[in-house]
């Protein structure tokens, strides 16, 4: 049984816009929910060097272990703290950084925190 497709301005479509005429779904075109890919996660460059000095020395010393590819659990006796502090510390990390996650804030360390 054939059915006639619903007229552009009246359905909502798959991916989520208003039909053909939505310029925020046409093919070829990122949706405000797209992936953002790391370099879209990251502060900016010329933001690199405020961001490092921002952070606290105890924030840049969590930031690195990250970075050397160690997990909470170890770098809590590492510093002498509790694992919930380092939690806490990373998340303050994420914040001033501007990064959604782990991995793109042990790269950015690696990139930025060279010197410190």
Known sequence: MFVPPPTASSTVDDRGGHGAD???TAPGTASP?????????RGSGSDDVTAARRLSPR?????VLVSQGMANKQIAPALGIAERTVKLHLNA???QLNVVD???AALWARENLGSW
């Open 22 to 24: 939505d310029a925020s």
């Open 33 to 41: 929910t797209s992936s953002a890919s790391v370099d879209d996660r």
């Open 59 to 63: 924030e840049r010393e969590v930031l």
């Open 93 to 95: 990390v994420f914040r």
């Open 102 to 104: 782990r991995t793109t």
